[in-house]
C-alpha cells in the first residue's frame, strides 16, 4: 500500500474519531473535554491533509522511515476510533442510570415533601438538616426558618409535662438512636400549643459506619392522647359511680358468683363488701330467680322483673320485701357470656302504698258518693271518667255518654268561655299542674250552669299530661247571689253620689232661696204698688220671673238629690194625669199623639202632689225631645202585686202592693250604657245649652223620697219605657182636697214674733206683715227673740221663724218659748231646713211649715190659716214630745202658676 492511501486512510478515521467524540458530549455532559480531544483528531486530520499536498509525498519520494511513521499514525488513528467507539456505549449506560437515579430521587422527594407525617433529619448535634412540607404546615415554621436550627427549644419544649429535661433525651438519641427506635413525646408549635408526635427514628451511617444523620417520621397522637386521659377520668368517674350510687349493682360470674358488688347493695343486705367475692350468690340468697339467671346466660338477653317479692334469710323480721331488678349479660370477643351485671331497686315502701291506695279505694269511692260535687277524671282530649252518676242530675246527660266517648266535657262548655278554659290547662303545664277555673256549661235542658272546677294535673314519665283529677262545683247559684250583690254595690255608691251632691245642693239652697225670697217677695210688693200702665211694671214682672224660675231651678236641685220636704197626701194618680192631659198635650206638641191607659179602681198613694206632676211633666218632655220626628207617648196605670223577684233591682225593695205608672214612647232609645247614667245629676245627652241634665235626676229623687222605685226600658231604635211603683196608701193621711186660695188676703190684728237671721228676708217679711195689720217684734237670731220675750208682757199669738241658724235652730227656739207661751203658735219657714222638722223628707206631724222662696201674698194666706186654726188643735210643742195636728194642705207649696213648664228635664 503506498502512502498515499496510507495519508487518506489516516485522514478518515481522525475525522470519524472527531466526529465520535463531540457525539459524546451529551452523553457525558462532559463539553470541554471532548471538543478538545474532536479539536485533537481534527488538527491530526489536517496535518495528514498537509502532508498527501507535500511534493515528496505526491512523487513517492519518501524516506523509509517516513513511511513506518505514517503507518504508525494510521495504526493510532484505528485505535483511538476503536477505543471512541467502544467507550460510547458505556456513557450512554451511565446516563441512562444516572437518568433514572435522578427519576427516583425526584420521587422519593415528593412522596417525602407530600407525605401525611412529620418528616426530619437530624445532624450529629442535633440541628434540623430537613423538614418535608407537612412538617412546616404543622408546627408552622418555613424550611428557610427552620433549617440549621437545633430541634429542643424549636419544635421540643425545654421541659415535658412531668417536667423534665428534654436536651439530655435529645443527645442520647443521636448518640445511640437504637435506643429510641419508636418514642412518643409533647412538642411545641410555633404559636405555643403543645401536641404529643409518636416518632420512629432511624440512624444514616457512612461508610465506615459513623452516624451522619437520624431519619425522625413522626405521627401527631394528640386526639390520642387526650382520649386516653378522657379514658381515665371516665373510668375514675365510672368506679365512683359504681361505688356511690344508690342504685344496688353486683357483679357476676357466669356461674353467678360474685366478682364485685357496690356499696349499696351491702348497705342493702347489711354486709360488707368484702364478704361478698368468691362466694355464689343463690347460696347466699336461695330463690327461685336462679332459673331466670341461667335462661339469662343460656340467651345471652337481658331479663327484667318487676316487684318480686323476697325474703332475705338472715333478716326475717324486715318480712316481704319488693325488688324491681334487671339483669344485663356481658358477653366476651367470642361471644360467650362472661359476667352478668346485676342491678336492684327496692320498692316495697312504693308496692305496700299501692296496695294501701287499692284498699282506700273502695272508701274513695263511697266518699265520692257522698260530697256536693262531680269528682272525675279527664284527659288531654276532653273526654272525662265520672265516679258517679251525679252529672245526670246536674246536667241530664247519661253518665254513659261520657264513658262511651259519645260526649267531650268541652261539648258542653259555652263557646265563648272556652278557650278561657283551655288557656287555664296550658298555663298549669307550665306552673304548679293545679288550677282552679270557672266557666259556664249547657245543659241538656237548655239551662246556663255556672260550673267551678278545682283539678289537679297529673304528668308522666316525660312530664308531658297523662291525666287530669279534680272535682266540679255547680256555683250557678253563688253566681247569681254574686250578681245581686254586685248591683247592690253599684246602687249603694249610686246613693253616696247623690248623697254628697245632695249636701251640696241643700247647702247652696238654703242660701240661695233667702237670697230669692228677697227678690221674689220685693218684686211682688213693687207690683202691688204699680197700676197696670205703669212703664216701671215690666221690668218688675221680669225680676219676678226670673226669680220664680231659679226658684224652679232650686227645687229641682233638692228634688234630685232628694231633700225637698214632702207634705204628702192621699192621691189617686188617674185624677193627676187626667187633669194634666191639657197641659201635657200642648207640651210635647202637635205631632206627639197622647195615648192614656188608666186602670179603673186604681189604688190610692201618698205622695206630693206637686212632685208627681212635676214627675209627669219631666218625662214627658223627655219623651218629646226623644222623638223629633213625632211619635206616639202613651201614659199607663195600674195596680201591681211586687214580689221577692223584684229585689234584685234594688237592694232595699220591699215587696207588697203597689201602684205602676208607665210613661213609654217609641222615639229614639237607649243603649245599656246610656242607661247606666240617666239618673246622674247633670248628665246630658242633649247638645249644650238645650238643658241643665238636672231632669231625671229629679225624677229619681221624688220617686225615692216618696218611698217608690223607677225602673227603664229602652232598646236603640225601638223607644224607651219608664215604669214608676208607688207604694199602696195607708190610711193615716187624709185625701187631697182641691180649693183655692181666696185672692185678697185677709187683714190681721195679733203680734207675731218674727225671728229670721238674713236680713233681707227679715225686713221683707216684717213689711208684708205690718200691711195686712199685723203687730210685729223682729229679732236677728234666737237670742235677740229671748231678750224680746223676756221684755214684752203682751201676748204673742204666733212665732215665724226660720229653722236653720246660728247658735239656736228654730226648733229648739220653739220648744223654748211654746213652754212658756203655750197658746203662741208656730210657723217654720226655711229653704232647706234638713231634717230639724222632718224626717226622710216627710214633715213632721203637726209643723207648720213654710218653704222658701215665698210671696207676700203666700205668707199672709199661710199666717192667717195657721192663726185661725182652732187653738186645741195647734201644735203645742214641747221638748221631746210631738202631738199630732190636722194635715197641711198644698197651700204650703210654692206658687205653681209660676213654674216654667217650658225649659223641661233632659237626660
Same mark, same amino acid.
Given at each position: 500500500?503506498?502512502?498515499?492511501?496510507?495519508?487518506?486512510?489516516?485522514?478518515?478515521?481522525?475525522?470519524?474519531?472527531?466526529?465520535?467524540?463531540?457525539?459524546?458530549?451529551?452523553?457525558?455532559?462532559?463539553?470541554?473535554?471532548?471538543?478538545?480531544?474532536?479539536?485533537?483528531?481534527?488538527?491530526?486530520?489536517?496535518?495528514?491533509?498537509?502532508?498527501?499536498?507535500?511534493?515528496?509525498?505526491?512523487?513517492?519520494?519518501?524516506?523509509?522511515?517516513?513511511?513506518?511513521?505514517?503507518?504508525?499514525?494510521?495504526?493510532?488513528?484505528?485505535?483511538?476510533?476503536?477505543?471512541?467507539?467502544?467507550?460510547?456505549?458505556?456513557?450512554?449506560?451511565?446516563?441512562?442510570?444516572?437518568?433514572?437515579?435522578?427519576?427516583?430521587?425526584?420521587?422519593?422527594?415528593?412522596?417525602?415533601?407530600?407525605?401525611?407525617?412529620?418528616?426530619?433529619?437530624?445532624?450529629?448535634?442535633?440541628?434540623?438538616?430537613?423538614?418535608?412540607?407537612?412538617?412546616?404546615?404543622?408546627?408552622?415554621?418555613?424550611?428557610?426558618?427552620?433549617?440549621?436550627?437545633?430541634?429542643?427549644?424549636?419544635?421540643?419544649?425545654?421541659?415535658?409535662?412531668?417536667?423534665?429535661?428534654?436536651?439530655?433525651?435529645?443527645?442520647?438519641?443521636?448518640?445511640?438512636?437504637?435506643?429510641?427506635?419508636?418514642?412518643?413525646?409533647?412538642?411545641?408549635?410555633?404559636?405555643?400549643?403543645?401536641?404529643?408526635?409518636?416518632?420512629?427514628?432511624?440512624?444514616?451511617?457512612?461508610?465506615?459506619?459513623?452516624?451522619?444523620?437520624?431519619?425522625?417520621?413522626?405521627?401527631?397522637?394528640?386526639?390520642?392522647?387526650?382520649?386516653?386521659?378522657?379514658?381515665?377520668?371516665?373510668?375514675?368517674?365510672?368506679?365512683?359511680?359504681?361505688?356511690?350510687?344508690?342504685?344496688?349493682?353486683?357483679?357476676?360470674?357466669?356461674?353467678?358468683?360474685?366478682?364485685?358488688?357496690?356499696?349499696?347493695?351491702?348497705?342493702?343486705?347489711?354486709?360488707?363488701?368484702?364478704?361478698?367475692?368468691?362466694?355464689?350468690?343463690?347460696?347466699?340468697?336461695?330463690?327461685?330467680?336462679?332459673?331466670?339467671?341461667?335462661?339469662?346466660?343460656?340467651?345471652?338477653?337481658?331479663?327484667?322483673?318487676?316487684?318480686?317479692?323476697?325474703?332475705?334469710?338472715?333478716?326475717?323480721?324486715?318480712?316481704?320485701?319488693?325488688?324491681?331488678?334487671?339483669?344485663?349479660?356481658?358477653?366476651?370477643?367470642?361471644?360467650?357470656?362472661?359476667?352478668?351485671?346485676?342491678?336492684?331497686?327496692?320498692?316495697?315502701?312504693?308496692?305496700?302504698?299501692?296496695?294501701?291506695?287499692?284498699?282506700?279505694?273502695?272508701?274513695?269511692?263511697?266518699?265520692?258518693?257522698?260530697?256536693?260535687?262531680?269528682?272525675?277524671?279527664?284527659?288531654?282530649?276532653?273526654?272525662?271518667?265520672?265516679?258517679?252518676?251525679?252529672?245526670?242530675?246536674?246536667?241530664?246527660?247519661?253518665?254513659?255518654?261520657?264513658?262511651?266517648?259519645?260526649?267531650?266535657?268541652?261539648?258542653?262548655?259555652?263557646?265563648?268561655?272556652?278557650?278561657?278554659?283551655?288557656?287555664?290547662?296550658?298555663?298549669?303545664?307550665?306552673?304548679?299542674?293545679?288550677?282552679?277555673?270557672?266557666?259556664?256549661?249547657?245543659?241538656?235542658?237548655?239551662?246556663?250552669?255556672?260550673?267551678?272546677?278545682?283539678?289537679?294535673?297529673?304528668?308522666?314519665?316525660?312530664?308531658?299530661?297523662?291525666?287530669?283529677?279534680?272535682?266540679?262545683?255547680?256555683?250557678?247559684?253563688?253566681?247569681?247571689?254574686?250578681?245581686?250583690?254586685?248591683?247592690?254595690?253599684?246602687?249603694?255608691?249610686?246613693?253616696?253620689?247623690?248623697?254628697?251632691?245632695?249636701?251640696?245642693?241643700?247647702? =247652696?239652697?238654703? +242660701?240661695?232661696?233667702? !237670697? %230669692?225670697?228677697?227678690? $221674689? @217677695?220685693?218684686?211682688?210688693? &213693687?207690683? *202691688?204698688? /204699680?197700676?197696670?200702665?205703669?212703664?216701671?211694671?215690666?221690668?218688675?214682672?221680669?225680676?219676678?220671673?226670673?226669680?220664680?224660675?231659679?226658684?224652679?231651678?232650686?227645687?229641682?236641685?233638692?228634688?234630685?238629690?232628694?231633700?225637698?220636704?214632702?207634705?204628702?197626701?192621699?192621691?189617686?194618680?188617674?185624677? =193627676?194625669?187626667? +187633669?194634666?192631659?191639657? !197641659? %201635657?198635650?200642648?207640651? $210635647? @206638641?202637635?205631632?206627639?199623639? &197622647?195615648? *192614656?191607659? /188608666?186602670?179603673?179602681?186604681?189604688?190610692?198613694?201618698?205622695?206630693?202632689?206637686?212632685?208627681?206632676?212635676?214627675?209627669?211633666?219631666?218625662?214627658?218632655?223627655?219623651?218629646?225631645?226623644?222623638?223629633?220626628?213625632?211619635?206616639?207617648?202613651?201614659?199607663?196605670?195600674?195596680?201591681?202585686?211586687?214580689?221577692?223577684?223584684?229585689?234584685?233591682?234594688?237592694?232595699?225593695?220591699?215587696?207588697?202592693?203597689?201602684?205602676?205608672?208607665?210613661?213609654?214612647?217609641?222615639?229614639?232609645?237607649?243603649?245599656?250604657?246610656?242607661?247606666?247614667?240617666?239618673?246622674?245629676?247633670?248628665?246630658?245627652?242633649?247638645?249644650?245649652?238645650?238643658?241643665?241634665?238636672?231632669?231625671?235626676?229629679?225624677?229619681?229623687?221624688?220617686?225615692?223620697?216618696?218611698?217608690?222605685?223607677?225602673?227603664?226600658?229602652?232598646?236603640?231604635?225601638?223607644?224607651?219605657?219608664?215604669?214608676?211603683?208607688?207604694?199602696?196608701?195607708?190610711?193615716?193621711?187624709?185625701?187631697?182636697?182641691?180649693?183655692?186660695?181666696?185672692?185678697?188676703?185677709?187683714?190681721?190684728?195679733?203680734?207675731?214674733?218674727?225671728?229670721?237671721?238674713?236680713?233681707?228676708?227679715?225686713?221683707?217679711?216684717?213689711?208684708?206683715?205690718?200691711?195686712?195689720?199685723?203687730?210685729?217684734?223682729?229679732?236677728?237670731?234666737?237670742?235677740?227673740?229671748?231678750?224680746?220675750?223676756?221684755?214684752?208682757?203682751?201676748?204673742?199669738?204666733?212665732?215665724?221663724?226660720?229653722?236653720?241658724?246660728?247658735?239656736?235652730?228654730?226648733?229648739?227656739?220653739?220648744?223654748?218659748?211654746?213652754?212658756?207661751?203655750?197658746?203662741?203658735?208656730?210657723?217654720?219657714?226655711?229653704?232647706?231646713?234638713?231634717?230639724?222638722?222632718?224626717?226622710?223628707?216627710?214633715?213632721?206631724?203637726?209643723?207648720?211649715?213654710?218653704?222658701?222662696?215665698?210671696?207676700?201674698?203666700?205668707?199672709?194666706?199661710?199666717?192667717?190659716?195657721?192663726?185661725?186654726?182652732?187653738?186645741?188643735?195647734?201644735?203645742?210643742?214641747?221638748?221631746?214630745?210631738?202631738?199630732?195636728?190636722?194635715?197641711?194642705?198644698?197651700?204650703?207649696?210654692?206658687?205653681?202658676?209660676?213654674?216654667?213648664?217650658?225649659?223641661?228635664?233632659?237626660?
Amino acid at each position: 500500500m503506498d502512502v498515499f492511501t496510507i495519508l487518506k486512510i489516516s485522514i478518515l478515521l481522525q475525522c470519524l474519531a472527531a466526529l465520535l467524540a463531540l457525539r459524546l458530549i451529551p452523553v457525558t455532559g462532559r463539553r470541554i473535554a471532548w471538543v478538545l480531544v474532536s479539536a485533537a483528531l481534527l488538527l491530526m486530520a489536517i496535518r495528514r491533509g498537509v502532508s498527501l499536498m507535500h511534493p515528496d509525498y505526491s512523487a513517492g519520494l519518501l524516506h523509509p522511515a517516513d513511511l513506518a511513521a505514517e503507518w504508525v499514525a494510521l495504526a493510532t488513528s484505528s485505535l483511538l476510533l476503536a477505543g471512541i467507539a467502544c467507550i460510547a456505549p458505556l456513557f450512554r449506560s451511565i446516563r441512562s442510570a444516572n437518568a433514572s437515579l435522578a427519576r427516583s430521587e425526584a420521587k422519593y422527594r415528593e412522596l417525602v415533601q407530600n407525605a401525611n407525617s412529620i418528616i426530619l433529619r437530624l445532624d450529629p448535634q442535633a440541628h434540623i438538616t430537613f423538614f418535608n412540607e407537612f412538617a412546616q404546615t404543622f408546627f408552622g415554621y418555613s424550611e428557610k426558618e427552620i433549617l440549621g436550627r437545633p430541634l429542643v427549644g424549636t419544635i421540643v419544649p425545654s421541659t415535658d409535662h412531668q417536667g423534665r429535661e428534654q436536651a439530655a433525651m435529645v443527645a442520647d438519641l443521636v448518640q445511640h438512636p437504637e435506643k429510641y427506635a419508636t418514642s412518643e413525646n409533647e412538642t411545641l408549635r410555633r404559636h405555643g400549643e403543645r401536641a404529643w408526635i409518636s416518632w420512629t427514628n432511624k440512624a444514616i451511617t457512612d461508610e465506615q459506619g459513623r452516624i451522619t444523620e437520624i431519619l425522625c417520621i413522626g405521627n401527631d397522637t394528640t386526639a390520642y392522647q387526650r382520649a386516653q386521659e378522657e379514658i381515665v377520668e371516665q373510668s375514675w368517674l365510672l368506679e365512683a359511680f359504681y361505688q356511690h350510687t344508690i342504685t344496688p349493682l353486683v357483679i357476676l360470674d357466669r356461674n353467678f358468683n360474685y366478682i364485685r358488688v357496690n356499696q349499696a347493695y351491702a348497705r342493702a343486705c347489711q354486709r360488707d363488701i368484702a364478704e361478698f367475692p368468691g362466694k355464689n350468690h343463690f347460696a347466699l340468697y336461695p330463690s327461685e330467680a336462679q332459673a331466670i339467671f341461667a335462661h339469662t346466660v343460656a340467651t345471652k338477653t337481658p331479663y327484667q322483673a318487676f316487684a318480686r317479692p323476697f325474703t332475705f334469710p338472715d333478716h326475717p323480721e324486715w318480712g316481704v320485701t319488693y325488688w324491681d331488678w334487671t339483669l344485663v349479660p356481658i358477653v366476651d370477643r367470642k361471644g360467650e357470656v362472661e359476667f352478668l351485671v346485676l342491678s336492684l331497686r327496692n320498692v316495697t315502701s312504693r308496692q305496700r302504698a299501692a296496695e294501701a291506695l287499692r284498699e282506700s279505694e273502695e272508701n274513695y269511692r263511697l266518699l265520692v258518693g257522698n260530697i256536693p260535687a262531680l269528682v272525675f277524671k279527664g284527659y288531654g282530649d276532653w273526654t272525662v271518667d265520672f265516679l258517679d252518676r251525679k252529672i245526670e242530675d246536674l246536667a241530664g246527660y247519661p253518665k254513659e255518654d261520657f264513658d262511651s266517648r259519645v260526649l267531650k266535657w268541652s261539648d258542653l262548655i259555652l263557646p265563648q268561655d272556652f278557650p278561657m278554659a283551655q288557656k287555664m290547662v296550658t298555663e298549669a303545664l307550665k306552673g304548679n299542674k293545679s288550677y282552679d277555673r270557672e266557666y259556664r256549661i249547657k245543659a241538656r235542658d237548655g239551662r246556663i250552669l255556672w260550673i267551678q272546677e278545682r283539678s289537679q294535673i297529673i304528668s308522666d314519665a316525660a312530664g308531658d299530661l297523662a291525666y287530669i283529677s279534680g272535682v266540679f262545683y255547680d256555683i250557678s247559684r253563688s253566681k247569681e247571689t254574686e250578681e245581686a250583690l254586685r248591683q247592690s254595690e253599684e246602687q249603694l255608691l249610686q246613693a253616696q253620689k247623690m248623697e254628697a251632691v245632695g249636701r251640696l245642693a241643700g247647702g =247652696v239652697a238654703h +242660701d240661695f232661696n233667702n !237670697l %230669692l225670697t228677697g227678690i $221674689i @217677695g220685693y218684686a211682688d210688693l &213693687l207690683l *202691688t204698688g /204699680l197700676s197696670p200702665q205703669d212703664p216701671l211694671r215690666p221690668g218688675v214682672e221680669e225680676i219676678k220671673k226670673a226669680g220664680d224660675r231659679a226658684a224652679s231651678l232650686t227645687r229641682q236641685l233638692l228634688a234630685f238629690s232628694r231633700k225637698q220636704i214632702l207634705q204628702p197626701k192621699k192621691l189617686n194618680l188617674n185624677t =193627676v194625669v187626667r +187633669d194634666m192631659e191639657m !197641659l %201635657l198635650q200642648r207640651l $210635647i @206638641g202637635e205631632d206627639i199623639y &197622647l195615648v *192614656t191607659d /188608666l186602670e179603673a179602681g186604681l189604688g190610692l198613694v201618698e205622695a206630693d202632689p206637686s212632685q208627681i206632676e212635676q214627675v209627669i211633666i219631666n218625662l214627658a218632655v223627655n219623651a218629646r225631645d226623644a222623638m223629633p220626628l213625632g211619635g206616639k207617648l202613651s201614659i199607663e196605670t195600674s195596680n201591681v202585686e211586687m214580689d221577692e223577684a223584684y229585689g234584685y233591682r234594688d237592694v232595699n225593695f220591699q215587696p207588697g202592693p203597689y201602684v205602676m205608672l208607665a210613661v213609654s214612647d217609641n222615639g229614639l232609645g237607649m243603649d245599656e250604657e246610656t242607661q247606666t247614667h240617666i239618673f246622674e245629676p247633670f248628665f246630658t245627652t242633649k247638645g249644650s245649652n238645650q238643658g241643665t241634665g238636672l231632669g231625671l235626676s229629679t225624677v229619681y229623687g221624688i220617686v225615692k223620697q216618696s218611698g217608690g222605685y223607677i225602673w227603664v226600658y229602652s232598646e236603640p231604635k225601638w223607644g224607651t219605657t219608664f215604669k214608676i211603683y208607688l207604694p199602696l196608701a195607708t190610711p193615716a193621711l187624709e185625701a187631697e182636697k182641691s180649693g183655692a186660695e181666696v185672692d185678697r188676703p185677709p187683714q190681721g190684728w195679733e203680734t207675731v214674733l218674727l225671728v229670721e237671721d238674713e236680713e233681707v228676708v227679715r225686713h221683707l217679711v216684717f213689711a208684708a206683715l205690718q200691711q195686712n195689720g199685723y203687730q210685729v217684734l223682729m229679732a236677728g237670731n234666737p237670742e235677740e227673740a229671748l231678750a224680746i220675750c223676756e221684755k214684752f208682757d203682751k201676748p204673742i199669738h204666733l212665732l215665724l221663724t226660720d229653722v236653720v241658724m246660728p247658735g239656736m235652730s228654730g226648733r229648739q227656739l220653739a220648744e223654748h218659748l211654746t213652754a212658756r207661751f203655750p197658746e203662741m203658735r208656730v210657723l217654720y219657714m226655711s229653704g232647706y231646713p234638713e231634717n230639724a222638722i222632718s224626717h226622710h223628707g216627710v214633715l213632721d206631724p203637726g209643723i207648720d211649715f213654710l218653704a222658701k222662696p215665698f210671696s207676700p201674698h203666700v205668707l199672709i194666706h199661710r199666717v192667717r190659716k195657721v192663726l185661725d186654726r182652732p187653738a186645741m188643735a195647734s201644735a203645742v210643742i214641747s221638748p221631746g214630745v210631738k202631738k199630732p195636728s190636722p194635715q197641711v194642705d198644698d197651700s204650703t207649696a210654692p206658687e205653681k202658676p209660676k213654674k216654667d213648664w217650658g225649659e223641661g228635664p233632659d237626660f
